[in-house]
């Protein structure tokens, strides 16, 4: 079955500094994988989603790859913000892309100090 | 326009008491899904439903869960005979399909089984 790991460890970087997320998918190969933020007491909001043939893809400060030989996807915050701060899920389909069931990752929470 | 909601937003419940859990998601979602997000972890998926067709139900833990939803409105999901490891935030999100369109999540309801 698929497994995502995504370090279990806090990131924690200055103010203004790229920060750099890890996600590592275990077996098959998925048609797209999204990126999660979520704060404290909340539920998940959405960010960023890429598909299988593309390499990269950008919004505002946030940066997606997805290296599907490294079955891995990196996310990146450019000028990283105090309000930057938060925990930030990976996410896959399961199996076929056509029932829009997710596998979420633990989550990495990033700490951004001023 | 108005988000997902959820309610309550907390409860409370004796070990071996029944609890019902209700969601609305945004008006035209067509696809609503379930989710179980345990303290540290990652959310689990429970249960999707899509317009008029049968619910996948794959991920409920136990027959002590169901979900119901009226056509592409309110969603609640039941949880009978609770047990403490049921204790846990209960996400709602709800897209405008499925596959490939992003979620949007509900604050969850979170449950604690004394």
């Known amino acids: 079955s698929q497994k995502i790991e995504q370090n279990s460890e806090a990131l924690n970087i200055q103010e203004g500094k790229t920060a750099t997320l890890t996600c590592n998918y275990t077996?098959?190969?998925?048609?797209?994988l999204q990126w999660y933020r979520q704060d404290p007491g909340r539920g998940p909001v959405f960010l960023l989603l890429?598909?299988?043939?593309?390499k990269e893809k950008r919004k505002e400060r946030l940066k997606v790859t997805f290296d599907t030989t490294l079955k891995q996807s990196l996310f990146h915050i450019t000028a990283s913000q105090p309000a930057d701060s938060a925990t930030y899920l990976c996410a896959l389909p399961y199996g076929s892309s056509n029932t829009g069931k997710l596998i979420f990752g633990q989550g990495t929470t990033l700490q951004v100090k001023p | 326009g108005a988000g997902v909601s959820q309610s309550p937003s907390n409860k409370v419940t004796e070990k071996g008491k029944d609890v019902e859990l209700r969601c609305d998601p945004i008006s035209g979602h067509t696809a609503l899904y379930w989710y179980r997000q345990r303290l540290g972890q990652g959310l689990e998926f429970l249960i999707y439903?899509?317009?008029?067709?049968?619910?996948?139900k794959s991920g409920l833990p136990s027959d002590r869960f169901s979900a119901e939803r009226t056509g592409e409105s309110v969603s609640t999901l039941t949880i009978q005979r609770t047990q403490q490891e049921d204790s846990a935030v209960y996400l709602c999100a709800s897209s405008f399909r499925l596959a490939a369109y992003e979620q949007y999540f509900g604050p969850g309801t979170r449950l604690t089984v004394t």
């Open positions: 890429i598909r299988e043939n593309e």
């Open positions: 077996n098959y190969s998925p048609a797209y």
């Open positions: 439903f899509q317009g008029n067709s049968a619910p996948d």
